[in-house]
Each structure stands twice: as C-alpha cells, then as structure tokens.
C-alpha cells in the first residue's frame, strides 16, 4: 500500500492549496484518513482527519479555513486550504488506517510529504 500525496507549492497570503493524497495497492477498505503537518522546529500535529462515513475534525488553529473531504471510490483524501497564513507554513503529511487484502490485517500508512509555503 502507498500513499502519493500532492498539491503543495508557494502561495501568498490569503491565498487557496487544495492537496491530494491517493492510496493504491492491496486495499480492502480504508477507515480514517487525514492530514497532519510539521513545520521545522515542533511536532508533527493533526489538521484534520475524517472517516469512512465523512465525520470530521480539526485542529482549532484551522477551523473555518480549511475543509478535509474524501473519495471513498478512488481512495483519495483532500484538503482544501484556504485564507492561508504563515503559520501554516510545513510539509504536510497525508496518512490513512487501511485494512489490506486479503489479510484484513490493519496497518497505518503514511505519505510522502508536500511542501507548503505561505509567504508575507
């Protein structure tokens, strides 16, 4: 199972990132996903997560600025991010609880890692 994460890049502040993270391989379901992100210096912190159903939650810092969604059927997750500030400044990291095929053995997975860089 991989995890492919994109969508990071530069922006200004104030301004919109929509990142995706696409789960492939032996898949039987996949329960919650979501990002976290670690800028340099602290600890990697939860954004936001949602599961199978599309219940969410998220860190206060992004609330009302940022919006977790999934795909159920391509097995992608998404953060839309917007009235960016430099405190969101990190690599963000997608990750997902998946239940494999055909072990049903449950394991987290983590993606790559995108940049995201919110300049003043």
């Known amino acids: 199972v991989q995890l492919q994460a994109s969508g990071g890049g530069l922006v200004q502040v104030g301004g919109s990132l929509r990142l995706s993270c696409a789960a492939s391989g032996s898949i039987a379901s996949i329960n919650n996903m979501g990002w976290y992100r670690q800028a340099p210096g602290k600890q990697r912190e939860l954004v936001a997560r949602?599961?199978?159903?599309?219940?969410?939650n998220y860190a206060g810092s992004v609330k009302g600025r940022f919006t977790i969604s999934r795909d159920n059927a391509k097995n992608t997750v998404y953060l839309q991010m917007n009235s960016l500030i430099p405190e969101d400044t990190a690599v963000y990291y997608c990750n997902a609880d998946v239940r494999q095929w055909p072990s049903r053995i449950l394991n987290i997975y983590w993606g790559q890692g995108t940049q995201v860089t919110v300049s003043s």
């Open positions: 949602i599961d199978y159903g599309g219940s969410t």
